[in-house]
Nanobody, 123 residues
Framework: VQLQASGGGLVQAGGSLRLSCAAS?????MGWFRQVPGKEREFVSA????????YYADSVKGRFTISRDSASNTAYLQMNSLKPEDTAVYYC????????????????????WGQGTLVTVSS
């Protein structure tokens, strides 16, 4: 499975962006992680195929919304009320099979990774 991420860019604080991640094949779970230089990649959000269960990092709850279009194998991350601390390279990830929920927020819970897309939030 190949993942193609898009939608990053430069936005002012308080603004919005929508990231997209298109998968070349069917996946069970899809997620977003982000990374800034010198820090570990951190979990942002994830969604399962069926049932549709969503997961969010505490830092983005209420501001970010993840969704997916099963027909096109595409996941979306709608990011609202962006803050400068949201600035990072965002990576999409996917897994073909089911996994326990505790692994959904771990990088080790994903088999496939897309290229990163840079999100820059100016103050």
């Amino acid at each position: 499975v190949q993942l193609q991420a898009s939608g990053g860019g430069l936005v002012q604080a308080g603004g919005s962006l929508r990231l997209s991640c298109a998968a070349s094949g069917r996946t069970y779970s899809m997620g977003w992680f982000r990374q800034v230089p010198g820090k570990e990649r951190e979990f942002v959000s994830a969604i399962t195929l069926s049932p549709k269960i969503t997961y969010y990092a505490d830092s983005v709850k209420g501001r970010f919304t993840i969704s997916r279009d099963s027909a096109s194998n595409t996941a979306y991350l709608q990011m609202n009320s962006l803050k400068p601390e949201d600035t990072a390279v965002y990576y999409c990830a996917a897994r073909s099979g089911r996994i326990i929920s505790s692994m959904m927020k771990q990088t080790g819970g994903y088999d496939y990774w897309g290229q990163g897309t840079l999100v820059t939030v100016s103050s």
